[in-house]
T-cell receptor
Framework: DSGVTQTPKHLITATGQRVTLRCSPR?????VYWYQQSLDQGLQFLIQ???????AKGNILERFSAQQFPDLHSELNLSSLELGDSALYFC??????????????FGPGTRLTVL | AQKITQTQPGMFVQEKEAVTLDCTYD???????LFWYKQPSSGEMIFLIY??????QNATEGRYSLNFQKARKSANLVISASQLGDSAMYFC????????????????FGAGTRLAVHP
């Protein structure tokens, strides 16, 4: 158990809908990252938050948005869903004080299926 | 541009034998970190081992070791005494820059190698 929690574990929805994925980082970690894993694109970085502020953006679509709250949990919002958005979405966390490697620990993932 | 290459889509090994999974990387940043993650069929991503670009010695974590050859830009994962539970996808990843807390620390992943351990 990495200490990172994600909900829900599975999500099935229809095209055009909007969903919210939730992540709680490991205790003490300040950074939260979101990654998308799909068969055709592999594992891709979407966005990073550090202590409530957006720190870096990757290949994140404009239909997707994220935020990190004062209690450091994060939410990834996916809207106007398309079939191609079906993927495994991972949250990872790092940034614990004193860490010399800033290793990212991953949550169990949310498997999104868009029908 | 930063890139991770894993040239072995699939590997198999006999139980109790050692196996090497290849990883090469490309970066112009002198400070970077290299990671290996394991993804079993259940889907979670499990951190295995880390190697910093300035580390003088190869990293080891139990049965996992990293064969780091900086000049060749390779960071191969060696699993000794393979077990049936080692059957999984293995991903090599790179983080540019120093990895300080709060930094721009995104990971770039390779395509992965699927390892099958046979009894």
């Amino acid at each position: 158990d990495s200490g990172v929690t994600q909900t829900p574990k599975h999500l099935i929805t229809a095209t055009g809908q909007r969903v919210t994925l939730r992540c709680s980082p490991r205790s003490g970690d300040l950074s939260v990252y979101w990654y998308q894993q799909s068969l055709d694109q592999g594992l891709q970085f979407l966005i990073q938050y550090y202590n409530g502020e957006e720190r870096a953006k990757g290949n994140i679509l404009e239909r997707f948005s994220a935020q990190q709250f004062p209690d450091l949990h994060s939410e990834l919002n996916l809207s106007s869903l398309e079939l191609g958005d079906s993927a495994l979405y991972f949250c990872a966390s790092s940034g614990r004080q004193g860490s010399s490697t800033d290793t990212q620990y991953f949550g169990p993932g949310t498997r999104l299926t868009v029908l | 541009a930063q890139k991770i290459t894993q040239t072995q889509p699939g590997m198999f090994v006999q139980e109790k034998e050692a196996v090497t999974l290849d990883c090469t990387y490309d970066t112009s940043d002198p400070s970077y970190g290299l990671f290996w993650y394991k993804q079993p069929s259940s889907g979670e991503m499990i951190f295995l081992i880390y190697q910093g670009s300035y580390d003088q010695q190869n990293a080891t974590e139990g049965r996992y070791s990293l064969n780091f050859q900086k000049a060749r830009k390779s960071a191969n994962l060696v699993i000794s005494a393979s077990q049936l539970g080692d059957s999984a996808m293995y991903f090599c990843a790179m983080r540019e820059a120093g990895g300080f807390s709060g930094g721009y620390n995104k990971l770039i992943f390779g395509a992965g190698t699927r390892l099958a351990v046979h009894p």
